[in-house]
């Protein structure tokens, strides 16, 4: 069987327990082979129960989805051979080593570390010098790294990554993603889900999925890029009061905190000066500011509030 | 069966690499089999009797001698009123009263006829039965004494009298350890095969890792085949180490054959790893594992036999005991150890807990899913 897409996803839905919590809304989607796919969105938006969908782990309500073109449901054992998969919790076995694990997940899938050294020599050279430590004794980077390369030992066709920098430190995040790219250049599809919106443009195309429902689906540069207003980055002493003060101005369309300043969007033309003697009234001081270019994180706001 | 091998080599890289639990398979069962036996034993020694005597005459003397001097009693008062004595029954210093009414060995000598009174504290039941039987048994001694010492031997004497005598069969010397020991190693064995795998299964949910072996073309059985093989062989070894103790330290020699011995282990083992595995195949948490084994344990052990009898059971907890595979293990145990029944004399009781080997163990396999 052969399809055009890595991953084909159909009107796929799941409810949990008896109030029948709606955790996958109809989801629709697909992954073109070769692809660095995210799926982006808080925390219990619906991300890892597509996964383990998707994984052969959960049973679709109702919806089909397609792995390679075999069927989740119908064509499980078949999934279940070419794919790779590392669940959001750090799931190899603690108290056996770096090496035993690896050694275990390549024999679990008739392989051999040997035959697919290359898939992940880039990875497992970093962790190399602690082979012979316990996976439960490593830090937070290393386990993904050892994590990554159990789910790449046996060559999958599609990698499925949930969350696999949550907890993790930046510069070892950064790494990470370093390495998933160079994946791709291996003809691997990687679908990768994520609570970090900054992660989101290095990926191919991403999905803005929020309680269950995707809200777009799109390159993340075309995101930005329909972003319709100008946007404004706003600054002054007191953060609250600028904001109060902010959204009270008639011409604000729109105005939230955005790490140190706050991201403001306007109705129609907009005057710098004007703006700053009404925040000096206000008594605020200390005031700047300065256009900037949206974010995926503003989008995504943006489309919450719609 | 290449998956299989692997599986099991890192099962076992598991287990040795555990050291503190490997020690307390190993250690545990060989300390309290040399322990327990030691403790749990049958005969009642150290009974607390108080005597209220109002005669103190010397046939009220002799009888007192006579009941100390058997060993089971110890004389902790000696009173003058009965009143006294049920004092020290109420203190729990005494658990026994005998009561020599005034005139004992007046009316004994005259009239051939006295009586004695025992009031027993029945709060401890077995000791309170056995106490009483005791000391019936040593006043009935007595009078058999007195009768001779009294009654001149003649013709005439007496009436007809039957004497029993008995025979133990297969433990001759009604040693209790001869029975205490075999049923407790079956024990020993049930827990540490039903503990260790209805942690294992669960243990592996509560780390992540069932989900990687989820995804992975594992067949069921495999993986079930792949937990139960290594706890059959740690059980195995136990019990081997457990028939060694009683060898070295009770001189326990099995007078059937080891090879049927074993045999009937090997398939009781698969029958109780397949119980700890179909509930670790129930459960999400060790927590809950372990209470669940552990109301079964308590079933298991309290009707398995080896404390009360199961032919003095109600009708209704017979017919439980009989899904109870720890009563055929304790009695197969005993049936060759102390009978020495050889193959053909166990086989209904192999039969049985075969049978449950194979449900409980493909129920297992069943009941554990890879995805919901």
């Known amino acids: ?306 | 069966m290449r998956t299989i091998r692997f599986l099991l080599e890192k099962e076992f890289r598991q287990i040795f690499r555990n050291k503190a639990i490997l020690l307390l398979i190993i250690i545990m069962p060989v300390m309290q089999l040399i322990i327990l036996p030691l403790a749990a034993n049958y005969e009642v020694k150290n009974i607390n009797l108080a005597v209220v005597d109002h005669d103190h005459s010397s046939y009220s003397q002799k009888l007192i001698s006579k009941i100390t001097a058997s060993g089971y009693f110890k004389l902790t008062g000696y009173n003058a009123s009965f009143k006294e004595g049920m004092k020290l029954i109420e203190a729990d210093k005494a658990d026994l009263i005998l009561e020599i009414p005034h005139g004992f060995e007046r009316n004994l000598v005259r009239e051939n006829h006295q009586q004695l009174f025992i009031v027993v504290n029945a709060i401890n039941g077995v000791k309170a039965n056995l106490g009483g039987a005791y000391l019936g048994s040593i006043i009935r001694d007595f009078n058999n004494d007195i009768r001779l010492q009294l009654l001149p031997v003649s013709k005439f004497s007496g009436a007809a009298v039957i004497e029993i005598s008995s025979s133990n069969l297969f433990n001759p010397l009604m040693k209790y350890k001869f029975f205490m020991v075999p049923g407790i190693l079956a024990i020993l064995v049930t827990m540490i095969g039903g503990f260790l795998s209805a942690l294992n299964i669960v243990k592996e949910k509560e780390f992540g890792t069932i989900e990687q072996i989820n995804v992975s073309p594992i067949r069921k059985h495999h993986f079930i085949l792949g937990k139960l093989i290594p706890f059959w062989v740690l059980g195995n070894v136990v019990f081997t180490l457990g028939l060694l103790v009683s060898w070295l330290i009770y001189g326990i020699e099995p007078l059937g054959n080891l090879l049927v011995l074993y045999l009937f282990a090997s398939v009781f083992l698969l029958a109780i790893l397949g119980f700890g595995l179909l509930i670790s195949t129930f459960c999400d948490t060790q927590q809950q594992a372990m209470f669940i084994m552990f109301f079964f344990m308590m079933i298991f052990i309290l009707m398995g036999g080896l404390f009360t009898s199961i032919d003095s059971m109600p009708d209704w907890a017979k017919i439980v005991s009989r899904f109870n595979p720890v009563s055929y293990l304790i009695e197969v145990m005993r049936m060759v150890i102390l009978k020495g029944s050889g193959l053909r004399d166990i086989l209904p009781q192999l039969g049985t807990v075969g049978v449950f080997a194979i449900v409980l163990n493909a129920w297992a396999v069943w009941n554990y899913k890879k995805r919901n």
């Open chain 1, 1 to 306: 069987m052969s399809s055009a897409f890595a991953i084909e996803v159909n009107e796929l839905r799941k409810t949990y327990g008896k109030e029948q919590l709606v955790a996958v809304d109809d989801v629709s989607f697909h992954v073109n082979k070769g692809e660095l796919f995210g799926l982006i969105g808080p925390d219990g938006a619906g991300k890892t129960s597509i996964f383990r969908m998707l994984t052969t782990l959960l049973l679709p309500e109702k919806g089909t989805a397609k792995i390679d073109g075999y069927d989740v449901v119908a064509d499980y054992k078949q999934i279940r051979k070419t794919i790779g998969y590392m669940p959001g919790r750090f799931s190899l076995y603690p108290d056996l080593t770096i090496e035993e694990n690896l050694r275990f997940f390549a024999t679990v899938f008739g392989t051999t570390i040997a035959q697919n050294y290359h898939l992940i020599e880039d990875i497992y050279v970093q962790i190399q010098p602690f082979k012979n430590r316990r996976a439960g004794k490593l830090s937070g980077g290393m386990k993904q790294k050892l994590a990554l390369c159990c789910a790449l030992i046996h060559k999958p066709t599609v990698l499925f990554l949930d969350e696999p920098t949550t907890g993790v430190d930046p510069v070892s995040r950064k790494e990470f993603w370093e390495m998933l790219k160079r994946l791709k250049a291996q003809d691997i599809t990687i679908l990768v889900s994520t609570p970090y919106m900054d992660e989101a443009t290095l990926c191919d195309r991403i999905a803005l999925i929020q309680n269950g429902k995707i809200l777009s689906i799109n390159t993340p540069q075309n995101m930005i890029q329909q972003y319709p207003e100008q946007l404004y980055a706003i600054k002054a002493d007191q953060m609250y009061e600028l904001i109060k003060a902010l959204r009270k101005y008639p011409e604000v369309m729109d105005c939230y905190a955005f790490g140190e300043y706050a991201h403001v969007s306007f109705n129609g033309s907009f005057e710098d000066n004007k703006l700053k003697t009404y925040l000096k009234a206000e008594g605020l001081t200390q005031i700047e500011i300065k256009p900037v270019p949206p974010t995926i994180e503003d989008y995504f706001i943006k489309l919450l509030k719609n």
